[in-house]
């Protein structure tokens, strides 16, 4: 049990790691907020402190938002007519199957593959939102 709470929280470290080593190559400036492990196999944003109101906790430029116009497919996205959703899907599929070669590596590497939303979960769990 100890090795895999372990082992755990080092792929939460290394997760942290690989994200706040992207950032702050893609030029983002973490102003009060820190990214953290967050002890179960994920990660998570806190405030350093107290905020205060309108306070700019981070400075993103847009090269590095990944979007349907930035990403390595947007060419073909674009040629193919695909957008909204399924185009966006495509392209973070495109970019996780670039692996370390996507200049979102690092940002993807700290993204769950998969989430838990209804739409995969068993037919027998969705039935239990129905009350």
């Known amino acids: 049990y100890q090795r895999r709470v372990r082992g755990r929280l080092g792929r939460d470290m290394e997760s942290a790691d690989t994200l706040n080593s992207w950032l702050a190559d893609a030029g983002v400036t973490l102003g009060q907020i ?12 806190l405030a350093a402190s107290a905020l205060a109101p309108n306070t700019t906790i981070a ?17 073909v996205l674009a040629a193919h007519g695909l957008g909204g959703g399924v185009a966006l899907t495509t392209a ?12 979102w590596a690092g940002y993807l590497a700290s993204c769950p593959l998969r989430e838990n939303i209804p739409i995969f979960w068993r037919e027998r769990e969705r039935r239990l939102l129905d009350g």
Do not use: F, H, Y
Request: aromatic share 0%; proline share 7%.
């Open 92 to 103: 973070v599929m495109i970019e996780r199957a670039l692996g370390t070669r996507s200049q």
């Open 34 to 45: 820190e990214v953290v492990p967050d002890g179960n196999n994920g990660i998570k944003v």
């Open 59 to 75: 400075t993103i430029p847009k090269s590095c938002l990944l979007s349907i116009l930035t990403a390595t497919a947007a060419p």
